[in-house]
């Protein structure tokens, strides 16, 4: 196994309901391979849908996954199909992409005191 595409194995799933949980969740990726990582975010959306991170050993499970089931597997309770899409790298070894580092200026030593 190649580890050196450590950026393209990883899933960002969107459109879960808010009933999902990590089994389901687990129960729908696994089929397509080794998982690492599975990480459902807390916050919902203003429809009520959950996003969630799926990590696997290698890319071509995550393709696989991808092509399997994003616009065509529906989780419990939902209304509308999951999207899946790889998670895009935020490290900095990509080169124009992922994440900026943001010059903010540092907070005043002392807080004004408000009324």
Known sequence: ADMTDG???SLFVGGLPGSCDD?????????YGELTE????PNKSRTGQRCAFVTYTNSASAQAALAA??????MTNSEEPISV???????????GQGYVPVSTPPPPAWGGYYG
């Open 69 to 74: 089931l994003h616009g065509q597997h529906m």
């Open 38 to 41: 599975l990480h459902i975010l």
């Open 85 to 95: 899409s790889i998670k895009r790298s935020s490290g900095p070894h990509k080169g």
């Open 23 to 31: 089994a389901e969740l687990r129960a729908t990726f696994s089929p």
């Open 7 to 9: 950026a393209q194995n």
